[in-house]
Protein backbone atom coordinates (compact mmCIF):
# COMPACT_ATOMS: atom_id res chain seq x y z
CA UNK A 1 0.00 0.00 0.00
CA UNK A 2 2.89 2.45 0.81
CA UNK A 3 4.44 1.68 -2.59
CA UNK A 4 1.36 2.61 -3.99
CA UNK A 5 1.03 5.67 -2.21
CA UNK A 6 4.47 6.55 -3.38
CA UNK A 7 3.90 6.09 -6.59
CA UNK A 8 0.61 8.42 -7.30
CA UNK A 9 2.86 10.61 -5.58
CA UNK A 10 5.58 10.88 -7.89
CA UNK A 11 2.76 10.31 -10.46
CA UNK A 12 1.23 13.31 -9.60
CA UNK A 13 4.32 15.42 -9.36
CA UNK A 14 5.17 14.11 -13.11
CA UNK A 15 1.84 15.43 -13.76
CA UNK A 16 2.51 19.05 -12.65
CA UNK A 17 6.38 18.48 -13.84
CA UNK A 18 4.12 18.28 -17.57
CA UNK A 19 4.73 14.77 -17.91
CA UNK A 20 2.18 12.38 -18.37
CA UNK A 21 0.99 10.63 -15.30
CA UNK A 22 -1.48 7.32 -14.40
CA UNK A 23 -3.36 7.95 -11.68
CA UNK A 24 -7.04 5.47 -11.12
CA UNK A 25 -9.61 5.38 -8.64
CA UNK A 26 -11.88 2.49 -6.98
CA UNK A 27 -13.71 5.36 -5.95
CA UNK A 28 -15.81 8.96 -6.56
CA UNK A 29 -16.08 11.60 -4.31
CA UNK A 30 -14.47 13.41 -1.81
CA UNK A 31 -12.06 11.32 0.65
CA UNK A 32 -14.13 10.88 4.11
CA UNK A 33 -12.02 12.96 7.27
CA UNK A 34 -8.90 12.84 5.14
CA UNK A 35 -6.50 16.23 4.60
CA UNK A 36 -7.92 18.91 2.67
CA UNK A 37 -7.17 22.89 1.08
CA UNK A 38 -9.39 26.13 1.33
CA UNK A 39 -8.42 28.88 -1.38
CA UNK A 40 -10.16 31.35 -0.23
CA UNK A 41 -13.56 30.18 0.44
CA UNK A 42 -13.40 26.85 -1.33
CA UNK A 43 -11.88 23.79 0.70
CA UNK A 44 -10.76 21.76 -1.67
CA UNK A 45 -11.14 17.72 -0.93
CA UNK A 46 -9.37 15.40 -2.18
CA UNK A 47 -11.17 12.78 -4.43
CA UNK A 48 -13.97 15.55 -4.94
CA UNK A 49 -15.94 16.58 -8.20
CA UNK A 50 -13.13 18.63 -10.01
CA UNK A 51 -15.86 20.67 -11.52
CA UNK A 52 -17.12 21.98 -8.55
CA UNK A 53 -13.50 23.17 -6.99
CA UNK A 54 -12.62 25.00 -10.13
CA UNK A 55 -15.99 26.42 -10.61
CA UNK A 56 -15.42 28.00 -7.19
CA UNK A 57 -11.63 28.49 -8.12
CA UNK A 58 -12.33 30.69 -10.80
CA UNK A 59 -10.14 30.90 -13.89
CA UNK A 60 -7.12 28.75 -13.62
CA UNK A 61 -3.66 31.14 -14.76
CA UNK A 62 -2.48 28.26 -16.49
CA UNK A 63 -4.23 25.04 -17.35
CA UNK A 64 -2.24 21.66 -19.06
CA UNK A 65 -3.94 18.06 -20.17
CA UNK A 66 -2.24 14.78 -21.10
CA UNK A 67 -3.95 11.50 -21.76
CA UNK A 68 -4.64 9.53 -19.03
CA UNK A 69 -2.55 6.09 -18.98
CA UNK A 70 -5.07 4.37 -17.03
CA UNK A 71 -8.54 5.75 -17.93
CA UNK A 72 -9.76 7.07 -21.18
CA UNK A 73 -9.83 10.86 -20.69
CA UNK A 74 -7.11 13.42 -19.85
CA UNK A 75 -5.48 14.64 -16.48
CA UNK A 76 -5.27 17.91 -15.80
CA UNK A 77 -3.16 20.27 -14.08
CA UNK A 78 -4.52 24.03 -12.97
CA UNK A 79 -2.40 26.77 -12.16
CA UNK A 80 -3.39 29.32 -9.19
CA UNK A 81 -1.76 31.66 -7.60
CA UNK A 82 0.45 29.77 -5.35
CA UNK A 83 -0.45 26.20 -5.50
CA UNK A 84 -1.60 23.60 -9.01
CA UNK A 85 -4.31 21.43 -8.90
CA UNK A 86 -4.28 17.97 -10.15
CA UNK A 87 -7.49 16.07 -11.32
CA UNK A 88 -7.88 12.84 -13.35
CA UNK A 89 -10.64 11.15 -15.16
CA UNK A 90 -13.04 8.70 -13.95
CA UNK A 91 -16.02 7.88 -16.37
CA UNK A 92 -17.50 11.08 -17.26
CA UNK A 93 -16.50 13.26 -14.43
CA UNK A 94 -12.82 14.97 -13.16
CA UNK A 95 -11.50 13.65 -10.22
CA UNK A 96 -9.23 16.26 -7.92
CA UNK A 97 -5.78 14.08 -7.16
CA UNK A 98 -3.59 16.43 -5.52
CA UNK A 99 -2.75 20.20 -4.51
CA UNK A 100 0.60 20.85 -4.93
CA UNK A 101 1.84 24.53 -3.01
CA UNK A 102 4.91 26.18 -5.67
CA UNK A 103 5.68 29.20 -3.28
CA UNK A 104 4.99 30.34 0.66
CA UNK A 105 1.95 32.46 -0.31
CA UNK A 106 -0.37 29.28 0.67
CA UNK A 107 -0.49 27.20 3.54
CA UNK A 108 -2.23 24.29 5.09
CA UNK A 109 -5.57 24.41 6.94
CA UNK A 110 -2.95 23.87 9.95
CA UNK A 111 -0.85 27.13 8.77
CA UNK A 112 1.92 25.04 6.94
CA UNK A 113 3.92 26.09 4.06
CA UNK A 114 7.17 26.32 2.11
CA UNK A 115 9.49 27.72 4.83
CA UNK A 116 8.09 26.24 7.71
CA UNK A 117 10.19 24.53 10.20
CA UNK A 118 10.09 20.75 10.94
CA UNK A 119 9.33 21.76 14.40
CA UNK A 120 6.03 23.98 13.02
CA UNK A 121 4.93 20.94 11.16
CA UNK A 122 4.86 18.05 14.15
CA UNK A 123 3.21 20.78 16.13
CA UNK A 124 0.99 20.91 13.90
CA UNK A 125 0.41 17.34 12.67
CA UNK A 126 2.02 15.56 15.15
CA UNK A 127 4.08 12.17 13.98
CA UNK A 128 4.21 11.24 10.62
CA UNK A 129 3.38 7.88 9.44
CA UNK A 130 6.42 7.83 7.33
CA UNK A 131 9.36 10.09 7.91
CA UNK A 132 12.94 10.09 6.60
CA UNK A 133 15.88 12.95 6.47
CA UNK A 134 14.02 14.70 3.30
CA UNK A 135 10.72 13.69 3.90
CA UNK A 136 7.65 13.57 6.37
CA UNK A 137 4.42 11.74 5.30
CA UNK A 138 0.64 11.71 7.37
CA UNK A 139 -2.36 9.70 6.22
CA UNK A 140 -5.57 10.62 7.08
CA UNK A 141 -8.95 8.60 5.48
CA UNK A 142 -8.20 8.04 2.06
CA UNK A 143 -5.22 11.39 1.62
CA UNK A 144 -1.59 11.78 2.28
CA UNK A 145 0.03 14.89 3.15
CA UNK A 146 3.56 14.59 1.95
CA UNK A 147 5.76 17.29 3.26
CA UNK A 148 9.71 17.95 1.72
CA UNK A 149 12.33 19.32 3.50
CA UNK A 150 15.55 20.47 2.79
CA UNK A 151 17.43 20.06 6.28
CA UNK A 152 14.62 21.57 8.86
CA UNK A 153 13.00 23.94 6.49
CA UNK A 154 9.81 22.79 4.15
CA UNK A 155 10.41 22.82 0.90
CA UNK A 156 7.20 21.46 -0.81
CA UNK A 157 4.14 20.65 0.33
CA UNK A 158 1.39 18.19 -1.43
CA UNK A 159 -1.93 17.17 -0.18
CA UNK A 160 -3.04 14.21 -2.50
CA UNK A 161 -6.03 11.23 -2.65
CA UNK A 162 -4.75 7.63 -2.48
CA UNK A 163 -5.94 5.86 -5.29
CA UNK A 164 -5.79 2.29 -7.12
CA UNK A 165 -6.51 1.13 -9.92
Known sequence: MRN?????????LSMVLGL????????????????????????????????????GLGEADEYFESESCAFEGLDKVYTYPGFKLNTYPDGDKDYVLSVVFMD???????????GSTKDEVTDAYGEASEESAAKLVYESGDTE????????SVSSVEISAVVEE
Open 4 to 12: MRRIMTAAA
Open 20 to 55: TACGGSDKGGASDGGYSFTSGSTKIEMGADASKVIE
Open 104 to 114: DTVSTDKGISI
Open 145 to 152: LAIGLNGD
